[in-house]
C-alpha cells in the first residue's frame, strides 16, 4: 500500500510537469489576448499592460517564473482578473466539490439501490422500469434537465429557488441535475456486475448453506459487485467535481468549473494553466482513491498486492 | 455548449405560460424596503474604477466612486456631482471646477481638489497599467506621463545619477536618514500636514509608488535642469519655480532603469522637487481645480463623469497596493455606497455612505448586486422574485416577443424598452494590402449597402431594434444637435444601377466574398443569414458565411484578414465623434475597413481644432457622408436596451447610456411612487426612421 502511494506520488510529477508545459505552450500559440477589445489602446497603454504582466520578457523567463511560482504552491495570478489563482481555487473549489459531493452520496445511493433491486428481480417490471427511467437520463444532458427542473420545481410550483446559492434547499436543484445521469450509469452497471456475480458458484454455496435472500445478495452479491462501480467513482467523481460547469451556469453557482470556461474565452493564460494543473492533480489523486478502494472492496486484490 | 442559451431560452419561452399576468413572475413583498437586490451580469473582474473594463464592473464602481460631474439619470446629460459649479473657457480647453464645500470620503476625511488630481495622476501612471488611459490624454502631458516620458523632477543623490528614473518606495517623518533595516518595514502612512520651512503653505509630498527623474542642478541650487518636459520647456528653469516638498521628510527611492536599477539611496524632502505639475491638472486650493486640456473638447463635463476619472482615496492605496479593490470593507469610497463585501461569482454587497454629500437623497441603506453570467438564469431568478431589477439586456432574445407584447398584444408591465446609443453595422475591408479586390470596387461596395431592405429586420429580430443606415446611432440629437446624413438606404433601382457598374469595372464577373461573424451569438448568425438572402435576391451575388471565436477575429480584424465582418460600436458617450472621427485616420490602430482620404483627413483636423458645436457638427456631418458614400462600413440598426424592473422600484435611472445612479433609487410596495420620473413606455418608439 505504502509503494503504491508513492509510486503514484512520484509518478505525478512528471505527468503534472507535461501539462503544465502543454498548458504554458498553447496558450501562448492561441490567438488574442486578455487584453483584446473591438478598439485598440494606444501603444503607450500597451506598452505599460505587457510591462506589468511581464509579456515582454522571452518567453524561457515567463515559463521558468511561472514553474517556479508552482514549485512553491503558487499559481500565480490570472491576466484578466489580477487576482491570486490560489485564492480562486481556494474560494471556489469547495463549492463544486460540496455540489459535486452532494450529487455524487445522491447517484451512489440512488444507483446502485436501484441496480441491486433491478438485478435481485431480474425481468420483472421493476427491472424494466428502472432500466427504462436509466436509460432515459443518461440521455438527458444537464443543460436540458437543469432548466427543465428550474421550469418544474421553482417556475411553476416555485417550491425551490431558481438558481443561487442561498441556504440549503438551493442546493437540491443543481445536486439533482448533476448527479442524474451518474446515477442511471452506475444503476445500470451495478445491475449487470451483481447479474454477473449472482451466477457465481459462491452465491450458490451460500444459498445452499440456507442463509436469507437478503444477506445472499446485500452482504455476498453487492460487495462483489461494487467492483466496476467502484472503477467508475473515480473518474466519475474528478468528472463530477470538475465539469460541473453547464450546472454551475444554469444555476449560477460560484464554483470551479465556470472559471476555466471563461478563462479560455478570455485567452487567461495563467489561469488556464493553473486550472489544467489544478484539475489533472485532482484527477491523479481520484484514480489512486479508487485504487485504495479495491483493497478495502476486494480482498484478493488486497493479497495480491501484499 | 452554444445550444445552452437556445434551450435554456425555449425552456424559459414554455415556462413563461405559468403567468399571465400584468407582471412577469412573482412579487415577494417583504419588510425591508431599505435593501435593493440588482442582478448584475458576470462576476465584476475589478473595482477599481480607473482599471476596470467590462460594463458590469462599471455599474457596481460606478455606485462607490464618484466624479466631478454625474450623468442625468433620465437624459444622460451632465449635472454637478462633486464638483457644484464650473467655469470652461471660450475655446474648451481651459476648465475650472469648484468643489462643493465640506466633501468627505467614506472614512470622513475631506475630499479636496488634490484628491481628484491624485486619482487622475495615478489612473495615468505607467506602472498602473490602465487599459483606458488614453481618455486622459485629451489632459495637455496626459499622453507622455502615461508613456513615461513625464517624470517630477529630482536632484541628484550620492549613488543616482542624473537622467536616471528612480520610484519612491518609502518615506521617513524622521530627520535622520533611515537604515537599510527600516526598507523592509511596511510603508508608513502619510500625513497632510505643514512644512515649517515653507510657513503656513501646505505643501505636496511624494508618496510611495511616485517615480521621479534624478535632476542636476546648478551648482548654487538655484537653477535645476529639465529634461523632456511639455509644459515647462526643455533646459534649466528656476527652482523657485517649482513646488518644494516637505524639507524634514527622509525619502527612500530606487533607482529604475539602466545600470541605476534597483539601486536604492535617501534624500531628503530639501533634494526634491516636484513636477506632477507637469500633468496640466492643478489644485488651487482646497476647492478648486483647474484643467488645461491639449484640444478643444466639448464633451469634457461628460467625459469627466465616467467611471475611469472617479475619485479614489490615496490612503487606501497605498495603504493596500495594488489589490486594494479586492478588499471589499476595508477601502474608503468617494461615492453614495461603499463595497463591503464581494463574493466570488455571488454578488457584492454595498452599504449607504453616510459622509456622501448627496446622502439626504440616497435612500437605500444597502444594495445586493448578484453576478449572474447566464441571461436565462437572471431572468428565472427575476420571475422567481428574488432580484428587483436586472441590468439592461439580461433577457434572452427568444423572451423579448412574450414581453415585449409581440405575441399576444399585452405588454408586461414591468418590461422597460429604450433606445440604446449604439450601432449595429458590418465592416467591408478596403485595405490596400490585405482588402479582397473585389471590395476595392467603390461601385460594388455601393451596391451591396443600397440593396439591403432594412425595414424587414425589426420583424426578424422581434427585439424592438430600429433599422438604421448611419454610422452615428440615433439619439445623438438631444446631446449635441447632431444629424447624420442620409446613408445608403434600401434603393434597389441605385443598387442594380452600381452592380452593372461593378462589373463593367471588374471584368464581367464578381469574385465570391465572405461575411465573417463571432461564434456564440444567435443573432449574428440570423442576421447574416438575411443579409445573405437579401444580396442574393436583390443582386443574385453569392455570399459566403463563415463564423470564427471572438477573440480570433479580434486578430483578424487588427491584421484586416476579411471580407466583410459583423462589428458593432456601443457610444462611451454622447458625442459623434466616438463613431466619426479618429477611427477612420490614415494608419490608425483603429480604422477597421482600413480607409481614409485626404479629404477626410483634412475634414478631421479642423474638426479636431474647432471649439464651435455648429462648426464642428457640419465638419462630423461632412465626414460622416464620405464614410458612408464610400461604402466602407454596412450599417444596419441602432441599439435597444431591455430592462425588467419589479413595479415597485420607483425611479429607477433608465438613459441612453445606460449608466444607473441607484441613489436615485427607492422601494415603495405601494406602487404609487411618488415624486419619481415616470418609466419610459414602450410607446412611440420603433416608428423612427434614418
Not at chain 2, 372 to 379: F, G, L, M, P, S
Not at chain 2, 464 to 471: E, H, N, R
Not at chain 2, 548 to 575: C, N, V, Y
Amino acid at each position: 500500500m505504502k509503494r503504491l502511494v508513492i509510486g503514484r506520488i512520484l509518478f505525478a510529477i512528471p505527468v503534472l510537469l507535461v501539462v503544465f508545459s502543454l498548458g504554458f505552450l498553447l496558450m501562448k500559440k492561441t490567438p488574442g489576448g486578455p487584453f483584446d477589445a473591438e478598439k485598440r489602446p494606444p501603444p503607450e497603454v500597451e506598452k505599460n499592460l505587457r510591462k506589468r504582466y511581464h509579456l515582454d520578457d522571452h518567453w524561457t523567463k515567463q515559463y521558468w517564473r511561472e514553474l517556479s511560482g508552482y514549485l512553491r504552491f503558487d499559481l500565480g495570478k490570472s491576466l484578466k482578473r489580477e487576482q491570486s489563482i490560489n485564492e480562486i481555487i481556494r474560494k471556489a473549489f469547495p463549492v463544486s466539490a460540496t455540489i459535486g459531493l452532494i450529487a455524487l452520496l445522491f447517484a451512489v445511493a440512488v444507483g446502485v439501490s436501484l441496480g441491486v433491486l433491478a438485478a435481485s428481480r431480474q425481468n420483472s417490471w421493476f427491472d424494466h422500469g428502472a432500466m427504462f427511467i436509466a436509460i432515459m437520463a443518461i440521455s438527458t444532458p444537464s443543460f436540458v434537465l437543469g432548466p427543465l427542473l428550474v421550469l418544474v420545481a421553482s417556475m411553476w410550483l416555485g417550491w425551490l429557488p431558481a438558481a443561487r446559492l442561498d441556504g440549503a434547499s438551493s442546493y437540491i436543484l443543481p445536486a439533482l441535475a448533476l448527479g442524474l445521469i451518474y446515477a442511471a450509469s452506475i444503476a445500470r452497471l451495478a445491475r449487470a456486475s451483481v447479474l454477473d456475480v449472482i451466477r457465481q458458484d459462491y452465491i450458490r454455496t451460500a444459498r445452499a448453506k440456507g442463509l436469507s435472500e437478503g444477506k445472499v445478495i446485500w452482504k455476498h452479491a453487492v460487495r462483489a459487485g461494487l467492483q466496476p462501480v467502484v472503477t467508475y467513482l473515480g473518474p466519475a467523481t474528478a468528472s463530477i467535481m470538475t465539469g460541473g460547469f453547464v450546472v454551475e451556469t444554469i444555476f449560477q453557482l460560484p464554483g470551479l468549473g465556470t472559471y476555466l470556461v471563461t478563462a479560455a474565452k478570455d485567452s487567461d493564460a495563467t489561469m488556464v494553466t493553473a486550472l489544467m494543473v489544478f484539475y489533472a492533480s485532482l484527477l491523479m489523486m481520484m484514480n489512486l482513491l479508487v485504487d485504495i478502494a479495491y483493497g478495502w472492496i476486494d480482498p484478493r486484490v488486497r493479497d495480491a498486492r501484499s | 455548449m452554444r445550444g445552452l442559451p437556445v434551450v435554456l431560452g425555449l425552456l424559459l419561452v414554455a415556462g413563461c405560460d405559468v403567468t399571465k399576468g400584468k407582471y412577469f413572475g412573482r412579487i415577494r413583498h417583504r419588510a425591508d424596503t431599505r435593501t435593493l437586490y440588482f442582478g448584475n451580469s458576470a462576476e465584476p473582474e475589478f473595482m477599481d474604477p480607473a482599471r476596470l473594463t467590462a460594463v458590469n464592473d462599471g455599474k457596481v464602481a460606478d455606485q462607490c466612486f464618484d466624479g466631478l460631474t454625474e450623468l442625468d439619470p433620465q437624459t444622460a446629460l451632465p449635472i454637478p456631482a462633486l464638483a457644484e459649479r464650473w467655469e470652461v473657457s471660450p475655446d474648451w480647453m481651459h476648465f475650472t471646477f469648484h468643489l462643493r464645500p465640506g466633501l468627505k470620503f467614506s472614512d470622513g476625511r475631506p475630499l479636496e481638489a488634490r484628491d481628484v488630481v491624485y486619482s487622475w495622476a495615478r489612473a495615468l501612471h505607467p506602472a498602473w497599467a490602465v487599459r483606458d488611459a488614453e481618455e486622459f490624454y485629451k489632459i495637455d502631458g496626459g499622453e507622455e506621463w502615461n508613456g513615461g516620458r513625464l517624470r517630477g523632477l529630482r536632484v541628484a543623490t550620492r549613488k543616482l545619477q542624473p537622467g536616471r528614473v528612480v520610484v519612491v518606495q518609502q518615506i521617513s517623518p524622521a530627520a535622520a536618514e533611515p537604515s537599510d533595516s527600516t526598507l523592509r518595514k511596511p510603508r508608513a502612512r502619510i500625513e497632510a500636514r505643514t512644512d515649517p520651512d515653507a510657513g503656513a503653505k501646505v505643501v505636496h509630498r511624494f508618496g510611495p509608488g511616485d517615480d521621479l527623474l534624478v535632476f542636476d542642478e546648478s551648482p548654487d541650487g538655484s537653477w535645476l535642469h529639465v529634461w523632456e518636459s511639455v509644459s515647462l520647456a526643455g533646459g534649466w528653469v528656476r527652482a523657485s519655480d517649482v513646488v518644494q516638498p516637505a524639507a524634514d521628510v527622509v525619502y527612500v527611492v530606487e533607482g529604475l532603469d539602466g545600470a541605476q536599477k534597483g539601486v536604492r539611496d535617501f534624500a531628503s524632502g530639501k533634494q526634491l522637487a516636484l513636477t506632477s505639475s507637469l500633468l496640466a491638472v492643478r489644485a488651487k486650493d482646497a476647492t478648486t481645480l483647474e484643467i488645461d486640456l491639449a484640444k478643444p473638447t466639448l464633451f469634457w463635463l461628460l467625459q469627466v463623469a465616467d467611471t475611469t476619472f472617479r475619485v479614489v482615496d490615496r490612503y487606501t492605496l497605498d495603504r493596500l497596493g495594488a489589490e486594494w479593490h479586492r478588499h471589499a470593507g476595508d477601502f474608503v469610497c468617494s461615492g453614495a455606497f461603499c463595497l463591503t463585501e464581494w463574493k466570488l461569482r455571488d454578488s457584492l454587497t454595498l452599504l449607504k455612505n453616510p459622509h456622501y454629500w448627496d446622502a439626504a437623497r440616497t435612500r437605500l441603506d444597502k444594495l445586493v448586486m448578484m453576478s449572474i453570467d447566464e441571461q436565462a438564469t437572471a431572468t428565472a431568478v427575476y420571475f422567481d422574485g428574488r432580484v428587483d431589477m436586472l441590468t439592461a439586456n439580461s433577457i434572452p432574445g427568444s423572451m423579448l416577443p412574450r414581453l415585449n407584447g409581440s405575441i399576444d398584444g399585452k405588454p408586461k408591465a414591468d418590461y422597460i424598452r429604450l433606445p440604446y446609443l449604439g450601432t449595429y453595422f458590418y465592416v467591408v475591408n478596403v485595405d490596400e494590402k490585405t482588402g479582397p479586390p473585389a471590395l476595392k470596387n467603390r461601385a460594388l461596395r455601393r451596391a451591396l449597402g443600397l440593396a439591403l431592405d432594412r425595414r424587414e429586420l425589426p420583424a426578424l429580430l422581434k427585439s424592438g431594434i430600429v433599422p438604421w443606415s448611419a454610422k452615428v446611432p440615433l439619439g445623438m440629437e438631444p446631446f449635441t444637435g447632431y444629424r447624420s446624413p442620409p446613408g445608403l438606404d434600401f434603393d434597389l433601382v441605385a443598387a442594380k444601377k452600381e452592380l452593372e457598374q461593378a462589373r463593367r469595372e471588374l471584368g464581367g464577373s464578381i469574385p465570391r466574398i465572405t461575411i465573417r461573424i463571432n461564434t456564440g451569438v444567435e443573432q449574428h448568425q440570423i442576421i447574416a443569414e438575411w443579409v445573405q438572402g437579401q444580396w442574393k435576391k436583390h443582386l443574385g451575388l453569392d455570399i459566403g458565411l463563415e463564423s470564427q471565436e471572438w477573440k480570433t477575429m479580434l486578430k483578424a480584424l487588427r491584421q484586416h484578414d476579411f471580407d466583410i465582418m459583423r462589428m458593432g460600436g456601443i457610444a462611451s458617450m454622447p458625442e459623434p465623434e466616438d463613431f466619426v472621427g479618429d477611427n477612420y485616420r490614415k494608419g490608425s490602430p483603429n480604422n477597421q475597413p482600413g480607409w481614409s482620404s485626404d479629404e477626410y483627413m483634412a475634414l478631421l483636423t479642423k474638426q479636431q481644432l474647432e471649439p464651435d458645436r455648429a462648426k464642428r457638427n457640419q465638419y462630423i456631418y461632412e465626414m460622416e457622408k464620405l464614410v458612408l458614400d464610400e461604402g466602407v462600413n454596412i450599417p444596419l440598426y441602432t441599439y435597444v436596451q431591455h430592462h425588467l424592473v419589479k413595479p415597485y422600484v420607483c425611479n429607477a435611472p433608465h438613459n441612453i447610456l445606460d449608466k444607473i445612479a441607484l441613489k436615485y433609487v427607492w422601494i415603495d410596495f405601494t406602487y404609487k411612487c411618488e415624486g419619481a420620473a415616470p418609466r419610459p413606455t414602450l410607446e412611440g418608439q420603433g416608428s423612427i426612421t434614418p
